[in-house]
Every structure is written in structure tokens, then in C-alpha cells.
């Protein structure tokens, strides 16, 4: 007789479901039918969690108990059955517990049973102060946002816990990266390291944490992890009432309801949100091709009554930084397309500073949606007098950096930044061109942050030219280093020149609102593109990845001189990593993306993964580059495939700074041809 698998609401489907319930119906689809739905999210989720730490932390959690139990089937039933067994023990630790009450399914962290005892651990790599996080709650008695996910995934459990086995006592607790603890040891992080198994028939490669070594006594009794009850943050779920699609519910109501409809494969039509616009549920045109379907598409269809032919036309959720309640105003009275917005509810005006205010930005961005209007918008006097400002030779700077959740150094705090990468390119007032300089130290477990910062300034000093950033990175980065610098207890001999280095190119706070600048403040280039040019095929966007494309695009000549061969060693715009490089290329009459010319990162991934890591820092590579360096610092691997790595982040950075350069170049074509 044929057993029918219970199709369970996981703990991971819960959350699915707690950000929209129509998600539930695009998940757990049998790859034989022709009802799978893409998935942004299910490539690999390993890489992300990677970048930060995350399966380090879980690992050194496990630590904590030495003589745990780990449940490794996948089959739901089997590792039920083998959580049972072990909970008949009197006393037991449980890695990756299996329990399920009805048509809910967990597994759990951590599971400690002593008598009737039960501690249930949820472990996240989310970093936790108790003075400032305190219980998870506001002053109004709610829980806090930005904890929400965490604490509704532990109450989703506990309340599984607690019904599958009512005459036990469950205590829930949440362990977290503790902010403030310090590293006891010097490489720790190197005690867990990343194995590759062998690559699939896609060629990608299922990577996993192991513990290389065994951690001392003092590496264990100094705890970089904190465990925090929250007991009494789930009874105030469970009594709190949530304003849901199904009317005022408790937090049970919402989760029996969400498992109906899941166990019976029933849709819960959608309501559009601000949220769709993050849908991972949305398919790009090659995965409609190999039969994928479009979960967003279907859900606004349902809702709207949209035609393929709808979803061509720019709509609200495109709108750079609209207003939320606009956003949701417009949403509830079903005009989403950007041509219902009406200049009134814009109301574009003009600030203190040069350029283009934010409503200003917004309405050009809508006026030219309604026109079918395709003409690049520049603010050209504008433009022309920032640009006036600026002295001669022009610096642009790029870093890349990383925060683990376990410290790379002795003494450093979790999360701690570790600047490895920077790359310069220079431009002379005759409109010479070079790469100037580069860093990228991929050492394991050295700690680069005052190494860079010495280069830095070593190519810097050298005369008082402008320097640019793209956006807010690169001045965070230096003022994090020069606090490190300012706490470290046996700082560098030269440290009081490093911090005036820093001080005299960066930005800072004082007080609560004063701001003061350097002599030589770097200019943010992102700001300057957001107050005087808009192009609308970035669709709003300001990231460098979008602005690149559009300004080539538009002008011919960048179009002529970068078609051709001139960028590399020994060319004409010399290089430190490549050779005769040509980075026009043309697809449709149009200029593609140059960093799509590029070689991945590292090998093992797919398109649709090393997409998902850059767009998790939209505003430049910044998501798979940091990647790349934490498999460099965690992975044994061989050399040559170390080196293809490091000349791979060499050219990804060397292409950000050189993207600057393309940026500058086209403003100032635009203001020369305008006088």
C-alpha cells in the first residue's frame, strides 16, 4: 500500500508564508509536473549564509555540546523517527531534531532534553546586544521589527514542540552572535573550514562546514555565542492579534491556516504589496523558455485582471524611493501603473542643494514613463559647476570588505570589518587614463585593515587631487578602521599618521548633527548621478551596475573609443590586469553590461546564484566578491585555483573603479558639448 507524504508546513515554509501567503502555493512543486515555479532563492543558499559566517556559527554552536546527537536523514519520516528514539533517553543533546504535530514539521537547532525538561535553540548569525535588543520588544509591547522573522520562527517551534509532547516543560531560547564578545584566540576562524564534495551534472559543487581541529577550553568557555530566553517574547505572539488576510487572527490561527491550505495545495489569492517588488517568485524570460512559471505574473494577474502585455509597462514599484504610504495608496486603489501617478501627488520640489531633489528625480523618472520618452535627462549647468569644483588628477576608489561572525585576530569583536581589497584609477586633466594602483591581500587569517590603509595613502599623498567614492562604503570602512586603530592597545608605530590620513579624506560625525569633512573629503559620485542625471533605462535605479550600461549607451563616443582594443597592459589606458581589452560589445544595436565580459568569480555556481549575491549589494559587486574571499579564507583548495580567484577579484574591482572613470567621462562630454 502506498504511503501519501504529508505535505508539512516547515519552519521555513512558515516564514514564507508570514511575508505573503500566496508564496506557499510557488513552493514544494514536484519537479515532474509542469506547475514548478522559478525560485531566485533555491540556487544555493549555502554561498550567502557563507559570506557572513552563518554555518560557522551554526558549527561552533554544536561546539557548546559536545556530546550531541546529530538526526541526519532528510526523510522527513525516518528522521522523526530517530528523534523519538533519542528523546526516550533520559538525558540527550540533539543536532537537527525532527518533531511534527499534525501537518507542522520542524527541525530544531539544538534540543536538550534533561527529564521532562526540554530547551529548545534556534541559532542565527545575527548579531545581539542586550542593552540595546533588551527582550525583542518596542516600548508599545510589540515585538520589534527587525527581530519579527527571528522570533516568529521560534514561537512556530515551540508551539510544535509543546503540542507534539504536552507533558514536557519547553523553554525556548534564541542563540546569537554576542556583540560585544571578543575573540579569545588568534585563528579561530580557521578551525572551520569549507569542503567542496564533488560537482554535479551542472558542475556546481555542494559545500559544507567541517571543524578542523579541536577548539581549546578557553575558545570554549569564552563564548562568542549568547544564549537569550524568549519564553515570555512568545506568549506575547501567541496573544497578539495580527491583522491578516483572513481578519483579526491570533499567530496560531495564521499558522493552522497557512498549513491548510499548503497540505491541500490551495492557492490564498494574492494581495499586491510593496513587497512584490523583492518577489523571488519572478521568472526571467529563459526560465519561462524552459517551463518555469512566473508566481509574481499570476499573482497580479489574478488581482488585477493584468495581460502579459501590462508587465512591459513601468509600474509603481518602480518608482525610485516613492513615498511607502503613496506606494500603498496607489496599490489599494489598483493604479499601479506608473501613468496613473499624477504630478500633484508628487509634488516635485526643489531643495537647498544644486540638482535634482528626490521628488524631482521621482517626477522626471514618471514624466518621461508617461512620455515614452527615452532622452537622457542631465543637468548640465548644474553638472558643469559641481564639476568646476573638482581639481586635477581626478582619484577613483573602490574597496571590497568582509564581517565574519567569528573574528579572524585575538582580541577583535564579532563581525568585525576586514578591509582586503582596493583598486584606484587616476585621470589627468588632459584626459590620460591609467590604473593606477590595486590591493588584495587574501593571506588566511592575516589581518589587512592597516596594511590597506597604507597603500591607500601611499598612492593618495602624492598630490591634492579629488578623490571619489561611489556612495557611502568606502567612507564607513575608513572611519571603522581609524576607530580600530584608535582602541587597538598595541596599535602600529605610525598609527597617528594613518588616523590623520583618514581624517583628512572622510566625513564624520560630531555630536548628533554636526558633520564635519576633511580637507580632502571624497566625493560620492553615486550623489552626484542622483542630482544630475537620470537615464530612464537604469528604471530608476542609481547603482553603478545600471548607470554604467545607460551612459555608455548613450554616448558615441565612449561607444567608439572602448569598442576598440585600448585598455590593457601597454595599451593606451594602461592596466594592471588586462590585456587588450575591448568593452563595448553590442547585442540588439545596444551596448551589454562589461560585467558580463568578465570570467565568474569562482567556479561551482550558477548565473542565477552570482546574480543573487550582487544583488544583495546592489550598488556594486560587493556580494559576491566578499564571497569569493571568505571561500579563500575558509576552503582548502589548490593553488592555481586560489590564483584564478585572485585575478578574478582583481578584475571585478579594477572594472568598479574603471566604471567610475566611464561615468566621469560621459559628464564631461555632456558639458563640454553644451557650451
Request: with cysteine; aromatic share 10%; charged share 30%.
Amino acid at each position: 500500500m502506498k504511503v501519501i507524504a504529508i505535505r508539512y508546513l516547515t519552519k521555513s515554509r512558515f516564514k514564507l508564508g508570514m511575508e505573503c501567503p500566496t508564496k506557499l502555493f510557488y513552493t514544494g512543486k514536484d519537479s515532474g509536473t509542469n506547475k514548478v515555479y522559478a525560485n531566485s532563492k533555491m540556487d544555493n543558499d549555502f554561498l550567502a549564509a557563507l559570506a557572513d559566517g552563518g554555518f560557522q556559527v551554526g558549527e561552533l554552536a554544536q561546539l557548546y555540546f559536545p556530546h550531541g546527537h546529530n538526526v541526519e536523514s532528510l526523510d522527513h519520516n525516518e528522521a522523526i523517527a530517530e528523534t523519538n528514539r533519542l528523546l526516550e533517553k533520559e538525558s540527550v543533546v540533539i543536532f537537527e531534531a525532527a518533531l511534527s504535530f499534525e501537518n507542522l514539521f520542524i527541525r530544531a537547532d539544538i534540543l536538550v532534553k534533561n527529564g521532562q525538561e526540554i530547551e529548545l535553540i534556534e541559532v542565527k548569525a545575527k548579531s545581539y546586544d542586550r542593552e540595546e535588543d533588551g527582550d525583542f520588544l518596542s516600548n508599545r509591547g510589540g515585538v520589534k521589527a527587525a527581530w519579527r522573522p527571528y522570533l516568529y520562527d521560534i514561537a512556530f517551534q515551540k508551539y510544535v514542540i509543546t503540542q507534539a509532547f504536552p507533558s514536557f516543560h519547553v523553554s525556548a531560547f534564541l542563540m546569537l552572535v554576542d556583540k560585544k564578545a571578543v575573540c579569545p584566540s588568534e585563528g579561530l576562524h580557521q578551525k572551520f573550514l569549507v569542503v567542496s564534495d564533488p560537482a554535479d551534472a551542472r558542475g556546481r559543487k555542494n559545500r559544507r562546514v567541517v571543524v578542523n581541529g579541536k577548539l581549546s577550553d578557553e575558545e570554549l568557555d569564552k563564548e562568542l555565542l549568547c544564549r537569550v530566553s524568549v519564553d515570555s517574547t512568545c506568549e506575547v505572539i501567541y496573544g497578539s492579534v495580527l491583522d491578516v488576510e483572513i481578519g483579526p487572527a491570533t499567530f496560531v490561527d495564521r499558522m493552522k491556516w497557512l498549513a491548510s491550505h499548503y497540505e491541500q495545495d490551495l492557492k490564498i489569492i494574492a494581495i499586491p504589496s510593496r513587497a512584490c517588488k523583492s518577489c523571488e517568485f519572478k521568472a526571467k524570460a529563459e526560465e519561462l523558455s524552459n517551463g518555469l512559471r512566473c508566481g509574481y505574473r499570476e499573482c497580479w494577474k489574478e488581482a488585477l485582471e493584468w495581460s502579459d502585455c501590462d508587465f512591459e509597462k513601468p509600474n509603481v514599484l518602480d518608482v525610485w524611493k516613492l513615498n511607502p504610504k503613496l506606494k500603498t495608496s496607489l496599490i489599494i486603489d489598483k493604479r499601479l501603473r506608473m501613468a496613473d501617478i499624477t504630478e500633484a501627488e508628487i509634488n516635485p520640489t526643489s531643495c537647498e542643494e544644486s540638482g535634482m531633489s528626490t521628488s524631482e528625480r521621482q517626477w522626471i523618472q514618471i514624466e518621461k514613463s508617461q512620455k515614452q520618452d527615452g532622452s537622457v535627462f542631465v543637468d548640465e549647468d548644474g553638472l558643469r559647476q559641481e564639476m568646476k569644483k573638482w581639481i586635477y588628477p581626478l582619484h577613483f576608489i573602490d574597496f571590497e570588505t568582509s564581517r565574519v561572525a567569528i573574528p579572524f585576530h585575538r582580541g577583535q569583536t564579532t563581525y568585525s570589518l576586514v578591509a582586503f581589497q582596493y583598486s584606484h584609477h587616476i585621470v589627468q586633466q588632459d584626459g590620460t587614463i591609467r590604473h593606477e594602483g590595486q590591493y588584495l591581500n587574501t593571506e588566511q587569517g592575516k589581518n589587512p585593515n592597516y596594511d590597506f590603509v597604507r597603500a591607500l595613502k601611499k598612492e593618495l599623498e602624492n598630490d591634492n587631487g579629488s578623490i571619489f567614492r561611489y556612495h557611502s562604503h568606502e567612507n564607513s570602512v575608513l572611519r571603522e578602521i581609524h576607530k580600530q586603530l584608535a582602541r587597538d592597545v598595541d596599535p602600529p608605530s605610525d598609527h597617528r599618521e594613518l588616523q590623520q590620513f583618514i581624517d583628512s579624506i572622510t566625513s564624520r560625525k560630531v555630536g548628533r548633527t554636526e558633520r564635519r569633512d576633511g580637507k580632502r573629503t571624497m566625493i560620492d559620485l553615486y550623489d552626484v548621478v542622483k542630482r544630475y542625471y537620470y537615464a530612464p533605462s537604469t528604471n530608476g535605479s542609481i547603482s553603478i551596475k545600471a548607470v554604467l550600461p545607460a551612459v555608455l549607451n548613450a554616448s558615441e563616443k565612449l561607444k567608439e573609443k572602448y569598442s576598440r582594443p585600448i585598455y590593457g597592459k601597454g595599451c593606451q589606458v594602461p592596466s594592471l590586469n588586462f590585456e587588450s581589452m575591448t568593452w563595448i560589445e553590442f547585442v540588439n544595436g545596444k551596448v551589454t553590461d562589461p560585467y558580463k565580459r568578465l570570467p565568474k568569480l569562482f567556479s561551482g555556481v550558477s548565473d542565477n546564484e552570482l546574480e543573487r549575491l550582487n544583488e544583495a549589494d546592489e550598488l556594486n559587486h560587493g556580494g559576491a566578491a566578499m564571497t569569493a574571499y571568505a571561500l579563500m579564507q575558509y576552503q582548502e583548495m589548490h593553488p592555481s585555483e586560489r590564483s584564478e580567484i585572485e585575478s578574478a577579484l582583481l578584475r571585478y574591482c579594477e572594472l568598479d573603479t574603471l566604471a567610475m572613470v566611464m561615468i566621469y567621462e560621459a559628464f564631461q562630454e555632456s558639458v563640454v558639448s553644451s557650451q
